[in-house]
């Protein structure tokens, strides 16, 4: 049975930092593409980032680029996102996920996280 367990998620300042986590209990777990989602309240889930199996190839919504970074310890079976510079509208439930190929869609992945949840003051 997959189980993705995210952690790291806290209320912070803005201009804060937070890093999360993704620990993943599943098979093969290297051979899965990985992704960031995010629900602001009151708002659809939207992508965050992403990161192929090998971790050589990421890719970041305009919202975050420059901001946050993406990776993963395949020998932890975990999955990070380092969130820097970090602003209120940055407020909401992350969640990451494991799909069998690179996607911004969150249809194309098959597990999910039961999330965490980032609250940036003003």
């Known amino acids: 049975q997959v189980q993705l367990v995210e952690s790291g998620g806290e209320t912070v300042q803005a201009g804060g930092s937070l890093r999360l986590s993704c620990v993943a209990s599943?098979?093969?777990?290297?051979?899965?593409?990985f992704g960031w989602f995010r629900q602001p309240p009151g708002k659809e889930r939207e992508f965050v980032a992403h990161?192929?199996?090998?971790?050589?190839?990421?890719y970041y919504s305009d919202s975050v680029k420059g901001r946050f970074t993406i990776s993963r310890d395949n020998a932890k079976n975990t999955v990070y996102l380092q969130m820097n510079s970090l602003k209120p509208e940055d407020t909401a439930v992350y969640y990451c996920?494991?799909?069998?190929?690179?996607?911004?869609?969150?249809?194309?992945?098959?597990?999910w996280g039961q999330g965490t949840q980032v609250t940036v003051s003003s």
């Open positions: 996920a494991a799909a069998p190929f690179l996607a911004t869609k969150a249809s194309t992945y098959t597990y």
């Open positions: 599943m098979q093969l777990f290297s051979t899965y593409a």
């Open positions: 990161i192929t199996w090998q971790g050589d190839n990421t």
